[in-house]
Structure formats: C-alpha cells, structure tokens
C-alpha cells in the first residue's frame, strides 16, 4: 500500500475509516471471487489426488494379478509325514509320487579332537582347566600340547570400494609371506563382501580360471589390487600378519604413560621384530622389561618400563619427555598363532582358509571366526565337560568320493593340529541320502531336494511306501481372487461416491471476515458443504467406471481359454443388482471355487491371458491398461504431491488465479490511497474553511 498521509475526521468528525472500508468492501468482491475460484481448484486437486491413490493402489494389484503365482498355488499332502514332507513350487506338475524306502538318511561329515588316537584324549592337562572366553596366550601351558607362538601382528583394516575398474588397497604394514612352487603367498585373509580371495605377489601366476579369486599384493608400494572391479560402496576386509608394526605419537611434557596397539609384546624376537623405541632422536632399548637409552651400556639409568602383557609403557624418567612437543616412535613384534582349514564342496571344489591367532583371542573368538566364516561351511563347538572340540561340515553328504569333507591343513605345529589335536583325527558322517522313488534307487547329498517342482524332506529310513500327492491350493487362489475383487470393488466405491456427491452451490468458501464470525465447529459444518461435489458427474471418473464395466462384462475370446469358463459370470462373479453401486461385483463361492477345481488353466487365463487386441486379452490385463490410462489422465490434471504447479492442469489455472488475485491487490491498493485521498483533502478544506471562519468571527467581535 502507498504510504500517503491520512487525515481521518480531525475536522469534519466523520470515520472516515469506516466509510472507506465499507466502499472497499464492495470493491473487494472481484477479490473475493477470485480466493473462491482458487480455493475450490485447491480442494479439487486434493481430490482428484486422494482418489488417484485408489487408482495407483489397485493398478498395483492388477501388477501382482498378472503373476503366475496367484492362480498356480499347490498344495502337497503326504501319506505319513513322519517319514517325508513335500512342498510344491507353483509350476510343479500335478499328480503325486511314491517314495518305496529310504535306507540311509545324509548326515554331515564331523571331526572330533584325539579321535586319531587309540583312546579318547582331552585338550587340557591333567588337572588344568580351559576357559574358552579367557586369552589363549595366557593359557598356553594348560593345554596338553601347549601352543607354538609365532612372533608378528595381526593387523585388521578395512576398506569401501570405490566402483573402479581396477581396484585397490594400501596396506598400512608389510605381510609375512612364503613361497611355494615359485609363487609367492602372503600371510593374509582378503574378503570383498564375504568372497574370499587368495593373495599372490605375481597376476601372471594366477590360473585363468581363478583369476576372480585371487588378488596381488605389491611389496615395494604395499598395494593389494583385484583382478576386477569393486563396486563403489563395497565392504573390503584384510587380516593379515606383519613381521612387526611401527607407531608414532606426539607426547606433551610430563606424559606419564603411552599405551601400545597391540599387547603380548614379543620381548623375544629379535633383527626387525626387535623390540626399539626413539625419542626425539635418541634410541633406546628393551632389557628384562626396563627401557635404557641406547649409549646406556652398563644399563644403570632406566627411563621406563614396559608391561609386554599388555603393551603399556611408564616413563620413570621425566627428563626424557622433557620439550612441549614429543615425538615418540616405537616397533615390536607381538605374539600369534596359525591354523588351516577346508572343506569340499558338492562340485568337487575346495574351500580354504588360513586364520591367524591374536595372543589376546580366545577359543570363542577362535571358532567365532570359523563359524562365521561364509565361505568355509564348518561349525567348530568346544565341550567343556568331554573337553573336546569338534568340527562339523554344515552341508551334509558325501562330497568328496576319495576321502574326508574336512581337511585339516598346515603344519605339525598349527594350532588344529598340535594344540586341539585333530592331526590324523578319523571323520564320521558325511554320507548320502539313498532311496528308492517311483522304483528308481538314486541318492542325495540332502535330506532335502527338489525334484519337477516339489521340495522333498526325507525324515527317518522306512519301507513302507511313502505318497506325495501335488494338488491346485484351490482355498489360495480363491483367496487371491476374492481379494482382488475386493480392491475393484473399494476403488468402484471411492469412485461412485465423489460422482454422486451432493453440491452445495449457495456455500461457496469462506473469507477470513466471515470466519471470524463463525465459531470453529460452524466452520468446519461450512467448510464440509463448501468443498462437497466438487467431483460430482465429472467425466473423467464416469468414463473410467463405464470402460471398467464393459471391460469386465465382456467375453475373453482366447483360444486357450475353455469356452465354458470365458465370461467372470462363468466362474461365479457379477454384478450387484443395486445399480446405485456403480457395477460392484459379487461373488458365487461355490461356482467359483468349482471352476478352480474342474479348469484352473481356464480360470487363469480368463484373468491374465495376453493378446494382440482387447478382446484376446484377460480381465486383468484389460482392467490394467484402463485404470493406468485413467491414473495418468488425473496426474496430467491434478499432478502429484512431487509436481510444481506449472506441470499440471489445476496447478497452471491456479497460478494464473494467483497472478490475477496480486494483480487485484495491487489495484485495490490504489483505490483505497485515492479514497484516502479524496477525504483527506476534504479534511484539509473544511480545516482551512473552519480557520477562516475562526478569522472573521474574531474579527467581527471586535467592532
């Protein structure tokens, strides 16, 4: 509004501000309607949206109908359950089985600790007791065969992949490696989502056949690459042994203690596992646990200690960490352990993996791993009552012909093998189902296979003849059906109700002065009648429901359909005899449930048979192609919630309203400031007259 000065009534004693607002009131009403118009085209996309989730909701069912798996469901009974259970896949040929014995059910291939001695022998010592959830290290000497400890770090890192071609990793230490065969191995476990992957220093080395499972590690750079890709966002992890690890920190004055990565420092090892710290730029060395500067050499001032169990180091000597700033550098070696395992897999493939022993792991966290391991396949239990351990393959039958499932690997001293002793340890298990089907003997490497369609779970060994009997799931698909009905009938409904809804011309939407007037529960019963019918006989909705109709009504002309069962009357569905209801359908549901039974092929494609026209096509693919055209009919009107007002009908009318309501604005504006005007120089007249005459009565009164 412009800012102009008002004068309201200081000289005539008019109010002025209520004559303007009464003119303006009248002058508002172009104003008014506009609001109006744009409000009701906001109501009406509120509508058409709601009643457009309808359609979205059942074109989703209509998506699911077109699946064979709504109208193929089967059903399997057994003739004694105690023997064999069956499920059936919804292409499974209908008819039945007979299963005459089975004379060995598959078991799984296990290992048990000491069962290659004569006599059953435990872990522990005689009077020692393993607590599987304390450290290894410090329970070296209570297991029978004790523990070989290697000197190194297991070090653990991980990566995300970054979608390139050739992907990479850098390795924050240097692995212990060995060659065998003229190929080098690294002392490593790669993983990329799980996949394991064997680590070689030469890709030329690599079979062609595996080049997927291996990856190459470059000593001079310390970078692992992969054969192929990563895809960006990847889980990459490495475990891997360094003959020894360097850490650096920045110590302030007076700092106290400094506490190493890893514990179990190997105060042993010597060369480039030596123990050696540097401070600033002085070195110092490790004897019997007391840290001594190296030109110490009658080692007579100690500067700390160092606690190898858990890697903490105190400084005695205050001087050493003497500047603001410390630089302090510390290498070691730590204690680890070994063991290999594998497993066969039903192709005759192998499964390997080599896992490296943290000193500070315990025997859980030991078969953690290898329980945990996705590619192994083994489950690994220790019994603390028998003190044994065990070993069991997780897939059960006889998958590798020439000898054991499980291999027990590495050397005399790995931990499988000298420590839980399953060197030379005898397997049991690992045996095929056998069983006589339909007269044919034949085996498996499961109790539970598939054969034509139908799952079959082998319970206990039996000759007495077993029946598996495929049948249609006649309840399921009349189920499926019925709710399909269902939705058609919820949409017809919603639909049928906003047609036939009562219009209330004489409520057109309320201003902001009249709600004023109104208390909240009169605007609401208001508001209701103001927005009701505003989808009343609208021809986009009466077309939808009239071409559903018909396109329900009508014949399905498919060769492959019985003619019997062609029409949704055949089978049992028509139509309500209230034709208020706008063409709601109802069900028969003995005609229909007999139709499933006597031609379920029929009832099928009577719903989702394809064709070139309308006429070859089934209801369901008919009644896809309309409710899709008619959805995208009220978004090109209405649009969606993601829409700008620019990309839809309503939304560009209502643009235009807003446009024309600021333009209204903008003039009623202008009009009031020349109302105001007007008055305001009446004010000054009458002002200037009533001082004139104010002059010329004092004038007067003086003669």
């Known amino acids: 509004m412009t ?34 118009q744009k409000q009701i085209l906001e109501w009406q996309e509120e509508d058409y949206r709601t009643l457009n989730q309808k359609y979205f909701d059942f074109r989703s069912t209509l998506s699911n109908m077109k699946l064979t798996t709504k109208y193929r469901v089967r059903t399997t009974t057994s003739s004694n359950e105690n023997n064999v ?87 924050s230490n240097p692995p212990v490696s060995t060659t065998t065969d003229g190929i080098t191995y690294y002392a490593m476990n790669v993983k990329v989502n799980g996949k394991t992957y064997q680590v070689v220093n030469d890709k030329s080395n690599i079979p062609d056949n595996e080049k997927g499972n291996y990856a190459v590690y470059n000593a001079e750079s310390g970078v692992l690459t992969f054969d192929s890709a990563v895809s960006s966002g990847s889980s990459i992890n490495v475990e891997y042994v360094a003959g020894a690890v360097t850490e650096t920190k920045t110590l302030a004055q007076g700092t106290a203690t400094m506490q ?27 004897e019997n646990d007391k840290l001594y500067a190296e030109s110490d050499t009658g080692k007579s001032s100690p500067i700390g200690t160092l606690d190898a169990s858990t890697g903490l180091i105190t400084f005695t000597d205050s001087s050493v960490l003497s500047g603001e700033s410390n630089t302090v550098s510390v290498t070691y070696s730590s204690k680890y352990a070994t063991m290999s395992l594998g497993s066969y897999n039903e192709d005759g493939s192998i499964n390997k993996a080599t896992f490296y022993i943290d000193g500070t792991d315990s025997l859980n966290t030991v078969m953690a791993d290898v329980n945990n ?51 030379g340890s005898k397997e049991s298990g690992g045996e095929n189902a056998k069983f006589t089907m339909n007269g044919l003997e034949t085996e498996r490497t499961s109790n539970t296979f598939a054969i034509n369609g139908v799952t079959y779970t082998l319970k206990s060994k039996f000759d007495t003849p077993v029946t598996v009997t495929v049948s249609n799931d006649t309840d399921t698909i009349f189920k499926n059906i019925k709710d399909f009905v269902g939705q058609y009938n919820s949409l017809i409904d919603a639909v049928q109700s906003k047609l036939n809804e009562d219009r209330y011309p004489d409520y057109a939407p309320l201003t902001d002065d009249q709600r004023k007037e109104l208390t909240d529960t009169q605007q609401d019963q208001w508001d209701k009648k103001a927005r009701s019918g505003l989808l009343r006989n609208d021809m986009t909705l009466k077309s939808s429901l009239s071409n559903m109709r018909s396109l329900i009504y009508s014949k399905v002309n498919n060769a ?18 209230d034709w208020l ?55 090109d009107k209405a649009g969606k919630s993601t829409y700008v007002n620019t990309q839809f009908t309503i939304g560009k009318n209502i643009n235009d309203l807003t446009d024309k309501i600021s333009d209204m604005n903008d003039k009623l504006d202008k009009l009031e400031d020349r109302y105001y005007a007007q008055f305001t120089a009446m004010e000054q007249a009458i002002q200037k007259y009533n001082s004139q005459y104010t002059y010329l009565s004092s004038f007067f009164s003086q003669q």
Do not use: C
Request: a negative charge; aromatic letters at 6%.
């Open 260 to 286: 190493l990565g890893h514990g179990l420092i190997a105060t042993d090892a010597g060369g480039d596992q030596a123990f050696s710290l540097k401070i600033n730029n002085t070195n110092y060395v490790l």
């Open 373 to 423: 391991h996705s590619t192994l396949g083994i489950g690994m239990y220790y019994d603390a009552n028998a003190d044994r351990v065990s070993l069991t393959r997780k897939s059960t039958g006889d998958l590798n012909k020439d000898g054991d499932e499980i291999i027990i690997g590495g050397s005399g001293n790995d931990f499988l093998n000298q420590t839980l002793q399953f060197n």
């Open 85 to 171: 259970t069956a499920t059936a896949a919804n292409n499974a040929a209908l008819g039945s089985a007979t299963i005459q014995s089975v004379t060995q059910l598959a078991t799984a291939a296990t290992k048990i600790s000491g069962s290659g001695s004569e006599t059953a022998t435990t872990i522990s010592k005689s009077g020692a007791k393993i607590k599987a959830d304390a450290s290894l290290y410090s329970q070296t000497g209570n297991f029978l065969n004790g523990i070989t400890w290697n000197n190194g770090v297991v070090v653990s890192q991980s990566f995300s992949g970054d979608g390139d071609a050739t992907a990479s990793v850098k390795l």
């Open 3 to 36: 800012s102009i000065q008002r004068i309201t009534g200081l000289a005539s004693g008019m109010d002025i501000d209520s004559i303007v607002e009464k003119m303006m009131t009248a002058a508002k009403q172009p104003l008014v309607k506009l609001q109006q």
């Open 581 to 635: 209801e706008g063409g709601k359908l109802e069900i028969d549901e003995d005609k229909l449930k007999a139709a499933i039974q006597n031609d379920p092929d029929s009832v099928e494609l009577l719903f989702r048979a394809s064709g070139s026209t309308t006429s070859e096509k089934g209801i369901v693919q008919r009644l896809y192609d309309s409710v899709n055209q008619t959805y995208n009919t009220i978004v």
């Open 560 to 577: 492959n359909i019985s003619s019997e069962y062609s029409q949704l009357s055949s089978i049992g569905i028509t139509t309500t005899s």
